[in-house]
Each structure stands twice: as structure tokens, then as C-alpha cells.
């Protein structure tokens, strides 16, 4: 029994020595371990349509808050202005990005390439012009004090909802209702 015992730690240890000396999978070089292919211009102003609109704090109400008092309309300007701000920078960008890599590539593939990418950039640009009439229209609502409240049924949208769409005029009830008739249409 007690050569049992003592052999038991030797296993493990035998065990040990052999996964240290044989190769691991990481040490080869495999596809996922080499540097990610640099992104597109227009892949990376996608992608920052998706995350949205900047860092900010978020809201802490205070108990017994009336919803959209002054200091909320001032928290969701301040967002809705950055969001702003962001997106007509990244319209300079591409202006400047357009100007100063456009070239005659005497390649047919080449030329196909940088004009798809143009056009690319083009399209998120035309997709952040419309989003960026919208944030105007939610800050005029802001103005008016009605932000933040349903334009179909009136009811409060929500600071949370606000926060994760800005731009938001209804509220995840209707919202919801006007998917589902969405999908119905179609």
C-alpha cells in the first residue's frame, strides 16, 4: 500500500514533465494568432456608428425626480452634442481621407477597390446625415420640452431608453408594436 502512495506522486509528476516538454498549440503560428488585418476606413466608421454615442455618465436620479426636469434635458443635450460632434468629425475625416488617398491606379482592380471603399464611406456618411437630422430633431424636442416622451402615446420613454438611443420617440412599448407591423408588411 505504501508503494502505492509513492508512486501516485511520481505519475503526476512524470505527468507534468511531459506536457512541459511537448509543444503546445499555441507555440505554432496559426491563422488566429497573427495580427488582425488593418480595417478599412469604412469598417471602422461602422463600427463606431454601432458603439454608439461616446462615454458619458449616466444619469443617477434622485428619489422623488420629476422626469425631465431641467438637469436631465442638460444631461441628454450634453450627449446628443457629443454624439454631434463626433459624427461631423468623422465626416471631415472621410472628406479628408477621400481627397488625400484618392488616386488613378493604372490596375482596373485597384481602381475597383478604392471606389468601392469610397462608396462604402460614402453610404455610412449618408446613414450618420440622416442620424445626425434626427439628433437635431431630438434636441429641438429638448428645446420645446417635450423630449422624452412617446410620440405615439405620450407616456415616458425612459431615462435608461434615452440613454441607449437618444434619439428614441417611442417608447419600448410602441416600439415593439411597430416592429411587429413592420414584420407584418413585409
Known amino acids: 500500500m505504501a508503494a502505492k502512495k509513492e508512486a501516485a506522486p511520481k505519475k503526476a509528476a512524470a505527468k507534468k514533465a511531459v506536457k512541459k516538454a511537448a509543444p503546445t498549440k499555441s507555440a505554432a503560428p496559426t491563422a488566429a494568432a497573427k495580427p488582425a488585418a488593418k480595417k478599412s476606413a469604412a469598417a471602422r466608421n461602422s463600427q463606431s456608428i454601432l458603439e454608439g454615442h461616446g462615454s458619458f455618465t449616466p444619469y443617477v436620479e434622485k428619489k422623488g425626480e420629476e422626469y425631465m426636469n431641467s438637469r436631465m434635458h442638460d444631461h441628454f443635450r450634453a450627449i446628443l452634442n457629443n454624439w454631434k460632434k463626433e459624427l461631423m468629425e468623422e465626416v471631415d475625416r472621410t472628406m479628408h481621407h477621400m481627397q488625400d488617398e484618392a488616386a488613378n491606379f493604372p490596375d482596373p482592380n485597384d481602381r475597383a ?74
Open 113 to 186: 477597390s478604392q471606389e468601392s471603399e469610397f462608396a462604402m464611406e460614402l453610404r455610412t456618411r449618408d446613414r450618420e446625415r440622416k442620424l445626425l437630422k434626427k439628433i437635431g430633431e431630438s434636441l429641438d424636442l429638448i428645446d420645446e420640452g417635450e423630449y422624452g416622451y412617446c410620440e405615439s402615446c405620450g407616456v415616458e420613454i425612459g431615462v435608461r431608453r434615452l440613454e441607449a438611443r437618444p434619439t428614441a420617440t417611442l417608447c419600448i412599448d410602441c416600439k415593439t408594436l411597430d416592429e411587429i407591423r413592420e414584420k407584418q408588411r413585409v
